[in-house]
Structure formats: structure tokens, C-alpha cells
Nanobody
Framework: QVQLVESGGGSVQAGGSLRLSCAAS????????MGWFRQPPGKEREGVAA????????YYADSVKGRFTISQDNAKNTVYLQMNSLKPEDTAMYYC?????????????????WGQGTQVTVSS
């Protein structure tokens, strides 16, 4: 069992930056995939970025490559999503997710453990 708590969301103007944090508790000993997903209003949840905590491999959606960076701090059991050059289309509820066995790191249905989400709003 893994518990996830996101923080760091907020409102920002286009071109600005935010850093989201996902603090994990519970089973933090085993290596796992940890991902960031987002769900804009009225749309399906989509993968943004993911990281394998064991080796640090990272995965990004094409829409955020070059703008977002996922990283981890193993000592704090925390994964971060640094979001730069934000656009209005990045507006969404952002969720953190985790699981031990994931075939497709950016597919939401691959993950069983989810946080409650943090809202990101980007104004033009």
C-alpha cells in the first residue's frame, strides 16, 4: 500500500512556472513507477511524466517535453514535477500515481495508487 499526497498547485500566468510535489508514505521501500497525470475539465485523464524510482528512467508526454521535468528525492520519498513555460492548455487537476508493475508508464489505467490531486490553472 502506498499513500500519495500532492502539493504545489496554484494559479499562474502563461509563461510562468510551478513545481508540484508528491510525497509518498507506506510501502516506499520497493522500486516503483511514479507518474504525474492531469485531467482538464471535461476531458480524460492523461499521462504527463513518469519516473522509475529504482534507476531514474524518465518518460514524458510529447506535449510537455522540454518544458516539464520529473525528478525524485529518495531520502524524502518525494517526486517532483517542475513545470516551466506553462500554457493555458496545461490547466488541469494534476494527480500523482504509483505502482510496482507498469507496462506503459503514461497510461493511467496501469496505476493502482493515486493521490487526491492538486489544481493548476494557467491564465493567458
Amino acid at each position: 500500500q502506498v499513500q500519495l499526497v500532492e502539493s504545489g498547485g496554484g494559479s499562474v500566468q502563461a509563461g510562468g512556472s510551478l513545481r508540484l510535489s508528491c510525497a509518498a508514505s507506506g510501502d516506499t521501500y520497493s522500486d516503483k513507477l511514479m507518474g504525474w497525470f492531469r485531467q482538464p475539465p471535461g476531458k480524460e485523464r492523461e499521462g504527463v511524466a513518469a519516473i522509475y524510482t529504482g534507476g531514474g528512467s524518465t518518460y514524458y508526454a510529447d506535449s510537455v517535453k522540454g518544458r516539464f521535468t520529473i525528478s525524485q528525492d529518495n531520502a524524502k520519498n518525494t517526486v517532483y514535477l517542475q513545470m516551466n513555460s506553462l500554457k493555458p492548455e496545461d490547466t488541469a487537476m494534476y494527480y500523482c500515481a504509483a505502482d510496482s508493475w507498469v507496462g506503459y508508464p503514461l497510461r493511467p489505467d496501469e496505476y493502482n495508487y493515486w493521490g487526491q490531486g492538486t489544481q493548476v490553472t494557467v491564465s493567458s
